[in-house]
């Protein structure tokens, strides 16, 4: 069993950043891949970013991709999504998941453990 917690999120105006945390607690956190998904009101959840659990390799899609970095400290159970040029289209309640196995993964399906969420708000 892995406990996660999502935190960092806020209002920010178009443009700014943020970075959201999400610590795991229960089991060997080096031993999860991880992931980062959103879900806007009335949308589907989608994937964001994800990181295997040696670091080794990370995936974005592709809405993301160059404004946005996930990242792990193995040390402190922790993973980070550092968000940048952010806009209103970002707008969504942020989760981090977690799955017991090497590689990374864009489906929620393939993520056996979820955090309660952090939203995040960009206005204009």
């Known amino acids: 069993q892995v406990q996660l917690v999502e935190s960092g999120g806020g209002l920010m105006q178009a443009g700014g950043s943020l970075r959201l945390s999400c610590v795991a607690s229960g089991r060997t956190f080096s031993a999860y891949a991880m992931g980062w998904f959103r879900q806007a009101p009335g949308k589907e959840r989608e994937f964001v970013a994800a990181i295997s659990r040696n670091e080794g390799n990370t995936y974005y899609a592709d809405s993301v991709k160059g404004r946005f970095t996930i990242s792990r400290d193995n040390a402190k159970n922790t993973v980070y999504l550092q968000m940048n040029s952010l806009s209103p289209q970002d707008t969504a309640v942020y989760y981090c998941?977690?799955?017991?196995?090497?590689?990374?993964?864009?489906?929620?399906?393939?993520?056996?453990?979820w955090g309660q969420g952090t939203q995040v708000t960009v206005s204009l």
């Open positions: 998941a977690a799955r017991a196995t090497v590689g990374v993964a864009s489906i929620p399906n393939e993520y056996r453990y």
